[in-house]
């Protein structure tokens, strides 16, 4: 990999933009450097998690808990026990995340609590499968339901599916480029959108049980099993709860662009999961009062399924309403997974150019082409939906593993200064279900989760290689610099002004303030590839 970005060579004193003080950014007003701004407010952070939790399976597919538990009662049991406990995990991030205010989330905290290759695993099963295959799916279904009217008949074409869904990200990819309001913006206005469809279901479904349409929620009805109860099942049941609140975490990816990260993170977790909860729980008991179970499960797209039924002329509303869900869906995934690139090349776990940032917008454009580069090459693949399976198990692997780090950071450092202190008994109570889960995933996988590590593990000698090895030949590093200068040139982006780093002419009061209100921070015990970021061989 190349040289960490916290290296400034010489190279970057003639950086584009930074020779004229009309050229200086926003951000670098009172003398500081260029840096991420701190744009994203409560309702902003509580559009992030709402945003990304809730995409298009609420309206699509929710049927695969129902599927397993056997019954509707077990069902809406599963969906407010996962909210529960996915409640619980955010609030052990919550401590985290203030406790080492960097944006990256659980790479950085892996990195920081157990080392840089721990850290570099979980960013490389990101980088290379993750994100990549999530946004192309999420895109897909946002032109499928966009082309499917125009298809009334037959399927919309997949040439057509995968060209529409490409311009989705190169557009959302050119908002986020261009300004990180922009980027909150359409974020918030999407989330409020899919909130409102949603409020919409639940609506109908309180008309329906004052109609007296409630026979799946009566109890003698609503735990009536209609197949045989079996524990791998209903293990598999809150398995697929657990994946359906997937994204509750991704608000510890941009912290450091947080307006008053210490307040506005375990606010937004306090607003944000009771309320994807409430949502989940009750769009869940609006379905069944119109469809029974087995309707359900047939239905290939729920919402829609529903409009038709209780909307008449204007059951075109669901599937507008899928659409607007998944656009949303995208912005945000590419907003936050830019973010943890970033993080990953400040660390020196990916090339420098990643993490610089555009002189006047401000914005992480490289990580963000990148993102967008390396989705784009997911849609030209048939294979992502496989990928996804394989990968999926690691993702939440690593969920586990970052909160143990909540543990052994307590027990290695039990003086740092923690301005969230959760009781233990939140991350055990997480770490024994999410082993619960881990168990029986390996049990009843064997062979996709296998698939899954063998994927991951593929970053060790990628790892050494990159990033360990110091002494790397001149040619290599040469050609390095040469790229990343080349990429500085057309992108326009230099390294930002970290905290803890004077601005170009002497800390400026902003830099000041920060560090007032943000000290002292965690300070991890410096790893092989960290010290020899710092101290590069010549």
Wanted: hydrophobic share 45%.
């Amino acid at each position: 990999m190349a040289k960490g970005a916290r290296h400034r060579n010489n190279t970057e004193k003639n950086q584009p933009g930074e020779s004229r003080s009309e050229d200086k950014p926003e951000a670098e007003s009172g003398g500081g450097g260029v840096a991420l701004k701190k744009e994203i407010g409560l309702v902003s952070a509580c559009g992030i998690i709402v945003g990304n939790i809730i995409g298009s399976g609420i309206f699509v597919s929710p049927k695969g808990v129902l599927e397993n538990a056997g019954s509707v009662g077990l069902a809406l049991i599963v969906w407010i026990v996962t909210g529960i406990i996915t409640a619980v995990g955010a609030l052990c991030y919550a401590e985290l995340g203030v406790t080492i205010p960097k944006s990256g989330g659980d790479y950085s905290y892996v990195k920081d609590i157990f080392g840089g290759l721990a850290g570099f695993l979980r960013l490389w099963i990101a980088v290379l499968v993750i994100y990549p295959t999530n946004q192309a799916v999420i895109a897909l279904t946002f032109s499928n339901y966009v082309l499917q009217p125009l298809f009334p008949t037959c399927f919309p074409p997949e040439s057509g599916l995968r060209l529409l869904a490409a311009i989705c990200l190169l557009l959302l990819t050119w908002v986020n480029c261009s300004s990180v309001r922009w980027a909150t913006r359409v974020q918030d206005i999407f989330t409020a959108g899919k909130l409102l469809a949603l409020a919409l279901i639940i609506i109908m479904g309180i008309v329906q049980i004052c109609k007296g349409e409630f026979f799946w929620l009566e109890p003698k009805n609503a735990f009536e099993n209609f197949q045989e109860p079996d524990i791998g099942l209903i293990a598999l049941a809150f398995l697929q709860g657990s994946f359906a609140y997937g994204g509750w975490n991704f608000l510890n990816y941009v912290t450091e662009e947080l307006v008053d990260p210490y307040k506005n993170l375990p606010r937004a977790i306090f607003i944000s999961i009771p309320l994807v909860t409430f949502v989940y729980v009750f769009a869940n008991v609006a379905y069944v009062t119109a469809m029974s179970p087995q309707e359900l499960l047939a239905s290939n797209a729920v919402a829609v399924t529903f409009g038709e039924k209780l909307l008449g002329v204007m059951a075109w509303i669901m599937p507008i309403s899928v659409a607007l869900s998944t656009f949303g869906g995208v912005n945000g995934s590419l907003f936050t997974s830019s973010r943890l690139f970033f993080a990953g090349a400040r660390e020196g776990h990916l090339p420098s150019v990643l993490a610089m940032i555009h002189v006047k917008r401000c914005t992480p454009i490289p990580a963000l082409l990148f993102t967008c580069l390396s989705t784009l090459l997911m849609l030209v693949t048939s294979d992502m939906y496989t990928l996804i399976n394989y990968v999926g198990f690691i993702n939440y692997l690593f969920y586990g593993v970052t909160v143990a780090g909540q543990i052994v950071l307590r027990w290695k450092k039990p003086d740092i200064p923690r301005p969230i202190k959760v009781s233990l008994l939140f991350p055990i109570i997480y770490l024994l279900f999410w082993a619960f889960l881990l168990i029986f995933s390996l049990w009843s996988e064997p062979v996709v989760c296998g698939i899954g590590l063998a994927i991951m593990l593929t970053g060790v000698p990628v790892y050494f290689l990159g990033v360990y090895w110091q002494h790397k030949p001149k040619c290599f590093n040469g050609f390095i610099e040469l790229l990343t200068l080349v990429s500085q040139k057309l992108c326009v982006v230099v390294y930002p002004q970290m905290e803890g780093d004077s601005g170009l002419d002497g800390t400026s009061e902003d830099m000041e303030e920060d560090q007032q209100q943000q000290q002292p921070m965690y300070q991890p015990t410096p790893t092989k590839d960290q010290d020899s970021m710092e101290h590069p061989q010549p």
